[in-house]
T-cell receptor
């Protein structure tokens, strides 16, 4: 596609429910990142996928959070048993590769605003 | 671990005037990259400008320029001839030249442009 696409744009859920957030990266981009943006905070790194390599999950805040990337393209971030503190905007980004070149810029989607009631 | 600090939660500038947004960072690395991203109400993060740490020359992109002071670990953004469309959240970001290349972001500065 022309840009990084995320769905849904907004998601309201009840505490304790599971949610799935989807990210469709730019075609041809092999690297994909998830970030969380809480109110009044910067973006917090969650997880990184690069090709067929094992993902870097070092930013996931708890074992309720997981993500997968099928076929090296679309990614799904799953939050189980949601809590109110999970309310945030979840942003996805992709880049051509995970390489060191400064040209390897991350392009962001518009995010999913998650509200946990 | 690297950190990025933006000490100005909010700034205002008169249309057509110049404003400077501050960013400092902490790292023990010698090779890295710095970025300024703009986030309008649409939430879409847009790259404004980028700087390679090994380059002494400050990056410029039209009305946007940076003042990169490597020794002081400072990376400020100057917006000249401010326009109403510049109003947004501005995030400073650091990226290592090794590892997973994740961005480390500051907490952002909200820029208001006054007509």
């Amino acid at each position: 596609g022309a840009g990084v696409s995320q769905s849904p744009s907004n998601k309201v859920t009840e505490k304790g429910k599971d949610v799935e957030l989807r990210c469709d990266p730019i075609s041809g981009h092999t690297a994909l990142y998830w970030y969380r943006q809480s109110l009044g905070q910067g973006l917090e790194f969650l997880i990184y996928f690069q090709g067929n390599s094992a993902p870097d999950k070092s930013g996931l805040p708890s074992d309720r959070f997981s993500a997968e990337r099928t076929g090296g393209s679309v990614s799904t971030l799953t939050i189980q048993r949601t809590q109110q503190e999970d309310s945030a905007v979840y942003l996805c980004a992709s880049s051509v590769t995970g390489g060191t070149s400064v040209k390897n810029i991350q392009y962001f989607g518009a995010g999913t605003r998650l509200s946990v009631l | 671990a690297q950190t990025v600090t933006q000490s100005q939660p909010e700034m205002s500038v008169q249309e057509a005037e110049t404003v400077t947004l501050s960013c400092t960072y902490d790292t023990s690395e010698s090779d890295y990259y710095l970025f300024w991203y703009k986030q309008p109400p649409s939430r879409q993060m847009i790259l404004v400008i980028r700087q390679e740490a090994y380059k002494q020359q400050n990056a410029t992109e039209n009305r946007f320029s940076v003042n990169f002071q490597k020794a002081a670990k400072s990376f400020s953004l100057k917006i000249s001839d401010s326009q109403l469309g510049d109003a947004a959240m501005y995030f400073c970001a650091y990226r290592s030249s090794s590892g997973t290349y994740k961005y480390i972001f500051g907490t952002g500065t909200r820029l208001k442009v006054l007509a």
